[in-house]
């Protein structure tokens, strides 16, 4: 007898308001199986997922698991089956501590200590570094990520979804987390996968199936395609080459001098003498392990903390160290962080009433709100950036990670700032979004602006960065021009290994002019 698969769809159809977001989807999943799931931003995949563990209901169509008709009403229902799934949006409460987090998801006759044992157990099984009894506000996003791996691998699934799971995570990190599921995949847990990476698809997963405006456009074995084939399957196209010219860079716009704060919380990472600039006409990036004081830094530079003395960042020549975030986006700053729900926009308003977090063009003298101004301006970057929504009155909770984060880009961007500071400006973002956001961003840059991002991805960073800097343990790196430094380089930094290589260098050059002033005698 031949074994059922352990996961079929059959003609699943999800209808919204504004849209069809699934469209008679059928998906076989075998045991054992990776199996990938493409598609651009707003092509169905997380939606197609949430009706897999029971967080949506589907309007039409029929799901088997292990050959056997369900109905999944919750996500219970889902675990108890053995279906468990990591959000690209993580679903954890801040206030709690992850060990209490994870308790919340698992069968309750264990106990807390219980727990907490088998989460250090698991972490330390597979590489991911985590404190139970640290609160998730503390935790930056890749650390986050971690907590829901973890939390659904202590479930034992037959089945795991993961969305975007790599996306804050480090090249070290990414690899560690493959040996985890090609492990699974061995033991016969079948792995669901949605991601962006093209590569990773054609590494890890054995089948693939592409989503296309709700519908099911093609299935193939991404192991026997390339990027260019992948890409062209999803997006109908290859995603258009990055044009990064070299361009004359103007005054300094961002200066960190010496810049030393202490930690907000027990659990957070003290910033020791950070020194960087940031030149008109130039993108800056800062690179690292999630979790080394990428988060402390953004609020220090944002004004979000205004702890620092006011000459240790100044813009302009201007002291702004104790200046919040409204006196600095006078001053020309915007900034895009990495939390797109909660942070970069507010869940429950639509996309025209989140541009009033940070633009103001159509609020008149008297603060009276005009409307069909505010409506048209929302109209234009949900067009220029291709943004996939049901217009400006869409809710942000609404969109697909990807086209919230075009629609949070583009309304920075397009106000034009004199500095721009961007966290992971292409996490969970389609490769086509992906291209097109990183050309803006040197478009800006062509235009004088001067941008910092910060990016756990070291393609990106290299991609669009002429100058690149390090962070670990709340140090900061000498700069290094984008031409001269290497992948491998970068990732010794980030393990705060520079000084050693700094010093090396120093003394290469050194000897190189010593040599040059003997041959001159």
Request: aromatic share 4%.
């Amino acid at each position: 007898m031949t074994t059922p698969p352990r996961l079929k769809l059959d003609g699943i159809t999800k209808r919204y308001p504004a849209v069809v977001a699934n469209s008679g989807v059928s998906l076989v999943v075998q045991p054992g199986e990776t199996h990938a799931v493409l598609g651009e931003n707003g092509a169905g995949k997380s939606t197609l997922m949430k009706i897999i563990y029971g967080s949506v209901k589907p309007d039409e169509g029929t799901v088997a698991f292990n050959g056997q008709p369900v109905q999944i009403r919750n996500p219970q229902e889902a675990r108890a089956l053995g279906i468990s799934m990591v959000f690209q949006h993580f679903s954890l409460f801040d206030t709690l501590t992850v060990a209490e987090n994870v308790w919340l998801g698992l069968d309750k006759s264990l106990s807390l200590a219980e727990v907490t044992k088998r989460i250090t157990a698991k972490a330390q099984e597979y590489g991911l570094d985590i404190d139970p009894a640290r609160p998730v506000h503390t935790l930056g996003v890749g650390e986050m990520q971690r907590v829901e791996i973890i939390r659904a691998l202590l479930s034992n699934p037959q089945l795991l979804i993961l969305d975007e799971p790599t996306s804050v995570l480090t090249p070290q990190a990414v690899e560690k987390l493959f040996v985890v599921l090609k492990r699974l995949a061995s033991e016969g847990c079948s792995v669901l996968y949605i991601s962006h990476k093209l590569h990773e698809i054609r590494e890890l997963c054995t089948a693939c199936t592409v989503l296309r405006g709700g519908k099911v456009t093609g299935v193939c074995n991404p192991q026997e395609e390339s990027n260019a084939s992948l890409s062209r399957l999803m997006i109908g196209a290859e995603p258009p080459a990055l044009e990064h010219r070299t361009v004359k860079t103007g005054a300094t716009v961002l200066e960190v001098n010496a810049l030393d704060v202490r930690r907000a919380s027990p659990f957070g990472i003290d910033l020791h003498d950070i020194s960087l600039q940031v030149r008109a006409g130039e993108v800056v990036g800062i690179a690292g392990v999630s979790g080394n004081g990428q988060r402390e830094l953004l609020y220090a530079l944002s004004g979000e903390d205004t702890r620092a003395a006011p000459e240790m960042v100044t813009m302009g020549g201007k002291p702004v160290g104790r200046l919040g975030p409204s006196q600095r986006r006078a001053l020309g700053l915007h900034f895009v962080p990495e939390e797109r729900l909660g942070r970069g926009a507010v869940p429950t308003l639509s996309l025209a009433q989140n541009l009033m977090l940070t633009r103001t063009e159509a609020i008149g003298a008297s603060g009276w709100i005009n409307l069909k101004k505010l409506d048209e301006q929302a109209r234009g970057i949900i067009e220029r950036y291709q943004v996939k929504a049901g217009g400006p009155g869409a809710a942000a909770k609404s969109l697909s990670g990807g086209n919230l984060q075009k629609f949070i880009v583009g309304r920075e961007i397009e106000a034009k700032p004199s500095l721009l500071i961007v966290s992971q400006p292409t996490w969970g973002v389609d490769v086509g979004a992906a291209a097109q956001i990183r050309g803006a961003i040197l478009a800006l840059r062509d235009a004088g602006c001067a941008v910092l991002v910060v990016s756990e991805e070291l393609d990106e960073l290299f991609e669009i960065c002429d100058r690149l800097h390090v962070i670990a343990k709340g140090h900061l790196s000498p700069s290094v021009e984008r031409a001269d430094a290497t992948v491998a380089q970068i990732g010794e930094w980030m393990s705060g290994l520079w000084h050693s290589d700094v010093q090396g260098r120093l003394a290469a050059m050194a000897e190189k002019g010593k040599e040059a002033a003997d041959a001159q005698a």
